[in-house]
């Protein structure tokens, strides 16, 4: 493999199932070594996207290729998906679990002990799953993902249902991998996640509406507008703001237009206090989902 | 990093996953009550109610009730093979379907037949134990087995195993062809009940066929409850004891007959596992 080919390609790709479009020509292009977080809003696609970069399922037009090689002809060799949900069996303990997949990738190594013990689960692989939480269970599906020695992690949503305590925890695996030189592409809606990204997609069935890193789409975000208080109208605020406001907890935030100003907003607000703010990560996405197609 | 397999060589990975399905389905059967209850107690218990209720065994002399009980009871333990072949198998698989794992395991390197070998060897070993349950049951009622030869339980296993293919080729079809993949299991019982009334009680009473029942010497459920009849039970005159006409089924036609079935259900499920499971998007 050549230093510049991508490890991952997507051209085109459309799913369809039945009547309904799920992905509707997305392009997407990974880089060695990288992380990269695809988010979007729930129920757009993501899982289907990924299950199809990892021929989990077959699209129904379009071309995805890893290390060169169609994902098709690649009999999932070079990869190694996390499905939610996708590896745990309810009558089985996490021990049989993991020597279940232990039996099923010629490539899976003895590391998910490791990575057990780092995520706290070490002292519940006797139990049945079927008695584990949903965050349990993503320890448990991360673990064996990451144990299978794959140049290329593909992980749905590996942090939903995990408390935040163990973001960190979650994120530092991920990263043991990377270091290793792996290339990661996961999927999520946490705005927390942003922390392990190289770079960041954000996507919706329509496909990826941008991509960059995290700062860079940071610095993409029009200025921040946050509205605490005040008894007017979202819809006095329209005028002002890109799409509309956002309600983040009891307080409103904006992105302000390119032709109005911090005082328009304020005089539209009434006894609201107006105030600018940097960019979080869930203005980022709420900017690039749901208010920039609204502005182009 | 390299990505070349450092692994096992292909048949070795071949064993590894068939272990792997095999032992992660007897795991999951012998924890799963229904499964116990459908496959083990049921047919023991529609045993007992023949015996007791339907047939009246008061009235015959002593070696000929020990043998109708053990024909019954033979007949029983093929159903619960049935059982577990059709209904058990297909409840494993939907569960794996509508639980997603096949999106899962499509993203891995198994090799499909793995997939289906590793749940059959499970299956089988389970259907001998319900069988053997069954035929236990019936020994502590009064039936009376005998072996014809050295090979008879050879034999009797080999024609459980070609049905057991052949009905399990059928579950995965069914799986693969069902819309509703959770609807299989109930077409699935549907099949075992109408092959055992269909072909009088898996071909022990062709008697009670309404037309000629030479097909009961044909069809595979009924083939293997018949060869195994004539090789562990000791029937002496099989028109007396109600299992003729046609008689037994001692032809190499038959054995010939039996590993066809073996053979053409093996390439089914492997086929269908391949091309439904693992190409097509069962979901």
Known sequence: MSADQPVLEARNVRK?????????????????????????????????????????????????SVFGTP???????????????????????????????ARLHPEFTDR???????????????????????????????????SVDA????????????????????????????????????????????????????????????????????????????????????????????????????????????????????AAAGDATVETVEPSYTDAFNYYVHAAPDDE | MSIETRGLPPVGRLTEQTTAFAVRTLQTLRRNGAVLFWAVAF??????????????????PEGVASVVKATNAVSYGTFAALTVFLNTFSQSLVADVE???????????????????GRFAAAYLFAVAAVLAVLGVGAATGAEYALRSALSVPIALLGLLALGLFAASVAVVLVAAVPDAKFASIVAVSVVMLAFFLTGYNGVQ??????????????????????????VVPVGDWTRAGLAAPGAPTGTGHLALLAGYAVAGLGLAVVATRRSLYRGEVQ
């Not at chain 1, 990288?34 to 129904?60: F, H, Q, R, Y």
Request: proline residues 5%.
């Open chain 1, 16 to 64: 369809e199932f039945g009547d309904d479009g799920v992905l509707d020509g997305v392009d997407l292009t990974v880089s060695k070594n990288e992380v990269l977080l695809l988010m979007g809003p729930n129920g757009t696609g993501k899982t289907v996207l990924l299950s199809c970069l990892a021929g989990a399922i077959e699209p129904t037009d379009g071309s995805i």
């Open chain 1, 71 to 101: 994902v098709a002809e690649d009999g999932g060799h070079s990869l190694s998906l996390l499905l939610q949900g996708g590896a745990s069996v309810d009558t089985l303990s996490g021990s049989e679990t993991a020597a279940f997949y």
């Open chain 1, 112 to 146: 998910w002990r490791e990575y057990v013990d780092d995520l706290g689960l070490a002292g519940d692989l006797d139990k049945r799953t079927k008695h584990y939480s949903e965050g349990m269970k993503r320890k448990l599906e991360l673990s064996l993902a990451l």
């Open chain 1, 151 to 266: 140049p290329l992690y593909l992980l749905d949503e590996p942090t939903a249902g995990v408390d935040l305590s163990m973001v960190q925890s979650f994120h530092r695996v991920v990263r043991d991998r990377v270091d290793d030189g792996a290339t990661v592409v996961a999927t999520s809606h946490r705005p927390v996640d942003a922390d392990l990204a190289d770079r960041v997609a954000f996507v919706d069935g329509g496909g990826v509406l941008a991509v960059d890193t995290p700062d860079a789409l940071l610095d993409g975000v029009p200025t921040v507008v946050r509205v605490v208080g005040g008894a007017a109208a979202s819809d006095a605020l329209d005028p002002h703001v890109v799409s509309e406001p956002f309600y983040h907890g009891d307080e409103r935030r904006g992105f302000l237009r390119a032709d109005a100003t911090v005082d328009d907003v304020r």
């Open chain 2, 43 to 60: 047919p023991a218990g529609f045993y007992l109610l023949s015996v007791y209720l339907f047939i009246d065994t008061s009235g015959m």
């Open chain 2, 99 to 117: 639980d997603g794992r096949y999106a899962q395991f499509r993203a891995l390197p198994v090799v499909p037949a793995a997939d289906f070998l």
């Open chain 2, 206 to 231: 062709p008697g009670m066929l309404a037309g000629a029942a030479d097909f009961v010497n044909v069809v595979p459920n009924a083939l293997a409850t018949r060869l195994a009849v004539h090789h």
